[in-house]
């Protein structure tokens, strides 16, 4: 059983930057592919962004891709989430999520999610 738990969310102005925190616990870290969605209020979870198993590829969304970073340290077990540039339309709760040997952008495929942070970004 994996735990994951995110830190580093909170209140910004647009434009502003943040930084996302995941630390995961109970699972070998370097097996996991690891990533993350947010779901807006009254809106579907979504994909974000995620940094393969292996640690070869980061992929993102198209609406962050330039403004956010996805980076993993597997020394630290450890996931994160560089947020530049942030506009209102990036307000919402992001999980962070795991895949056992996978890519973890997709959501249906996640094997654990963590518990979510909230990041909202005023005008």
């Known amino acids: 059983q994996v735990q994951l738990v995110e830190s580093g969310g909170g209140l910004v102005q647009a434009g502003g930057s943040l930084r996302l925190s995941c630390v995961a616990s109970g699972g070998t870290f370097r097996n996991y592919g690891m990533g993350w969605f947010r779901q807006a209020p009254g809106k579907e979870r979504e994909f974000v962004a995620a940094r393969g198993w292996n640690g070869g590829y980061s992929s993102y969304a198209d609406s962050v891709k330039g403004r956010f970073t996805v980076s993993r340290d597997n020394a630290k077990n450890t996931v994160t989430l560089q947020m530049d540039k942030l506009t209102p339309e990036d307000t919402a709760v992001y999980y962070c999520?795991?895949?056992?040997?996978?890519?973890?952008?997709?959501?249906?495929?996640?094997?654990?999610w963590g518990k979510g942070t909230l990041v909202t970004v005023s005008s």
């Open positions: 999520a795991a895949e056992s040997f996978g890519s973890s952008r997709i959501a249906d495929r996640i094997d654990y």
